[in-house]
């Protein structure tokens, strides 16, 4: 008994947290493109043309009709579905390798480390050139599509390469790696804690939470970081939407910083705030209700039922 009591807990291997995060990455993507959109038009708003989030929606409505709310969805939805497959699945190898050999937990470090690096190589891999992608397209204004620049998400990716490099569509990256690796840090550690005190769930357990449980255990780990991070997704979403073409405005993340700061005040750099907690939170917790129930049959079919 002795002996049993300490073997390592068995845990979830990294490719099912992969494909629980993709599958709730595309429903969050499909339910909450439009706050995305709102988002990002507030923060390229320069000159206060949008009143408020109400007021952005009811425009682009209004002149750009209906589906200009998911402007940007395929490229955004793609890059969800592959940024949450890498980030649940990368966190999952790096938690093992945080992981104690004899009792196979994890220090509170060890889990904010495995967050980070998680955040910082969906950054550079998937997230900045897709919403370099998604950003150009979603500032574009008008209903005629021979008017727009960019016919598409693949049009615009060729058109960035052949103006501004490959390099093109990793602008704005250092911004984007403090930003999610941040978050993902918060995130991951937000999310355990939660589920331990709220519902006494712990991985490798067998036990499976409700859907409404997950979902509010997710909406509460994706609230602290939009707060943090507000001016890196500012820096991040003006370096990715200028282009070669029309003029480079920022140097970089600390001159855009300083930029900004200078000329529209300090709390232009949480630009876009209220949309990113309307989207963020309860975007986590439509992706954590779709991955704990994956996650949580499997844990029931194939570690809690298994012989010991």
Request: glycine share 12%.
């Amino acid at each position: 008994m002795a002996e049993q009591a300490e073997k390592p807990a068995k845990s979830i291997p990294p490719y099912m947290k992969a494909v629980s995060g993709s599958f709730g990455g595309v429903v969050e993507a499909c339910c909450l493109q439009p706050i995305d959109v709102i988002k990002t038009r507030l923060q390229l708003d320069r000159t206060g043309s949008y009143k408020g989030i109400i007021h952005c929606g009811s425009t682009i409505v209004k002149n750009e009709g209906v589906r200009a709310l998911w402007k940007g969805l395929t490229p955004f939805g793609t890059h969800l579905t592959l940024k949450y497959a890498l980030r649940m699945g990368s966190n999952a190898v790096l938690q093992s390798a945080f992981k104690d050999s004899q009792t196979g937990k994890i220090s509170h470090h060890g889990r904010l480390l495995s967050g980070f690096g998680a955040g910082v190589l969906e950054a550079l891999v998937i997230v900045t050139p897709f919403e370099v992608v998604k950003i150009r397209l979603q500032q574009q204004k008008g209903l005629s599509p021979e008017l727009l620049k960019y016919k598409g998400p693949v049009h615009c990716a060729r058109m960035i390469v052949t103006e501004e490099g490959l390099r093109g569509l990793w602008a704005g990256a250092a911004p984007t790696v403090m930003r999610n690796g941040t978050n993902q840090a918060a995130m991951f550690s937000a999310k355990n804690a939660f589920d331990g005190l709220l519902w006494s769930k712990h991985e490798g357990d067998g036990k499976t939470l409700l859907p409404w449980q997950s979902m509010i255990s997710g909406f509460l780990a994706g609230t602290a970081g939009p707060v943090c991070t507000g001016p890196f997704d500012v820096v991040k979403t003006r370096l990715m939407a200028q282009s070669r073409s029309s003029g480079l405005k920022y140097r970089g993340m600390f001159h855009a910083i300083k930029t900004i700061h200078a000329e529209e005040g300090i709390l232009a750099l949480w630009k876009g705030l209220l949309p990113r907690l309307m989207r963020i939170p309860p975007g986590q917790a439509i992706m954590w209700t779709v991955a704990d129930q994956i996650t949580g049959f499997y844990e029931k079919r194939y570690l809690h039922s298994a012989p010991l």
